[in-house]
């Protein structure tokens, strides 16, 4: 099959969405399918070695860094690149410019849409314009288009009903994010961010932003140093709020004990990192399924994660993780409830936690074959029966 992969986050830029799509395009190139990814560039993209890439312009989001925005419906050259691809379906991972670029792509060739749903958009817009009315215009927009696509998908139950609540009434099929279990041994140097022996590591991976629970994480921190727990908090990730939450950590006196090591592309040291800490802490309720949840887990490390959240879906407290009610004291008592039973948590979360990108590959394998035959089947019933005309003079044998 030849795949289309539409998103709007490509690296440099790192975040949940723009993972899970290199892990498809990964996972159906090694399959032998031809997949290509179809997002922003900037000057900084960087090109993996293993699957098609094709980026269109971009410029920078306002207030939205590090994200970018292109219209690629409206660039003649690119459209002209596309066109000569023959895709056989295309998945969108985002009901934005690209979306709809990807379900005009789809229109134009007779071919199957899949749209994953990954976030919680009704928030973004919010957060954005500060106008209810607005955003519901815009998330109704939202619902249009999901309900435009010939087979919708969410990673866990949780987000399911997210898009339910936003007035989505079409099917919902629940395709799960993976992990590489290659991963779980590799090592990188993680020297340059000293690291304290004896001293319990916390850690943080994704975007330095206020949506993902990272005031209230840096106030539980503050609580335990005022209770005179020694730790480190170590931030990886970039974003809007970064300077404002190192302003946040020197204010409460704990700017020497956490780090923030800005983006981390280097998948050796990020897995070390996950393995060096303790406790992953992911207070976010904005996620609808953290992969890095997934890849702590994978390196033995249980992750703390707000009660009822989306990212907390199958996590049982004290079990293969943790739980808490979101605020900084919740945080801040539950971090040292935890350690002590943290490291055989960890191998629980280790046991029951990480599915394998392969094993994920195989269902996205057969949802997408399954939709393309049925258009094929489709299209095949709908032409006209083709019919023998017999010469009323047959033509003499010679």
């Avoid at 004291?329 to 040292?336: K, L, N, Y």
């Avoid at 035959?373 to 299209?379: I, L, T």
Wanted: with cysteine.
């Amino acid at each position: 099959m030849i795949i289309g992969q539409f998103t709007e986050s490509y690296p440099p830029t790192i975040d949940g969405v723009g993972g899970v799509v290199h892990n498809y395009c990964k996972e159906m190139t090694r399959r032998g399918h031809r997949c290509v990814f179809i997002g922003p560039n900037d000057k900084k993209a960087e090109t993996p070695l293993n699957y098609e890439v094709m980026l269109y312009r971009s410029i920078k989001m306002p207030g939205k860094m590090p994200y970018r925005v292109g219209l690629p419906q409206v660039m003649p050259d690119y459209k002209m690149l596309v066109r000569e691809i023959p895709f056989d379906l295309v998945h969108a991972h985002t009901p934005f410019m690209a979306g709809w670029y990807a379900r005009e792509v789809a229109r134009e060739r007779g071919i199957p849409l899949v749209a994953t749903f990954h976030s919680k958009y009704y928030d973004d817009i919010y957060r954005v314009t500060r106008s209810k009315f607005i955003t519901q215009r815009l998330v109704n927009n939202i619902v249009r288009f999901y309900e435009s696509c010939d087979e919708v998908w969410t990673v866990n139950e949780q987000p399911a009903k997210v898009l339910r609540e936003y007035g989505y009434r079409g099917p919902i099929v629940v395709m799960r994010n993976g992990v590489d279990d290659k991963e779980s041994e590799i090592e990188g140097d993680i020297s340059d961010l000293a690291l304290k022996d004896g001293v319990p590591q916390l850690l943080f991976v994704g975007q330095q932003d206020y949506k993902k629970g990272l005031q209230q994480l840096v106030d539980a921190c503050g609580i335990l140093h005022e209770q005179e727990m020694p730790f480190q908090l170590v931030m990886v990730g970039e974003g809007q709020d970064q300077l404002a939450l190192a302003k946040q950590a020197g204010a409460l006196g704990i700017g020497d004990q956490v780090i923030f090591t800005g983006k981390i592309a280097d998948r050796a040291r990020l897995m070390s990192l996950y393995r060096r800490a303790d406790l992953f802490v992911f207070p976010s309720l904005y996620d609808t399924a953290g992969l890095v949840v997934r890849e702590a887990a994978l390196a033995g490390t249980p992750s703390l994660m707000v009660e009822g959240s989306c990212a907390a879906e199958g996590m049982e407290d004290g079990v293969n993780g943790y739980l808490c009610d979101g605020t900084a004291e919740g945080i801040a008592q539950r971090i040292r409830e935890a350690l002590p039973t943290a490291a055989q948590v960890g191998q629980e979360a280790r046991r029951t936690i990480p599915i394998t990108w392969e094993r994920i590959g195989g269902y996205i394998e057969e949802r997408y074959r399954n939709l393309v035959e049925r258009r094929e089947a489709e299209q095949a019933a709908e032409k006209p029966e083709e019919t023998e005309e017999t010469p009323a003079e047959a033509p003499a044998e010679k």
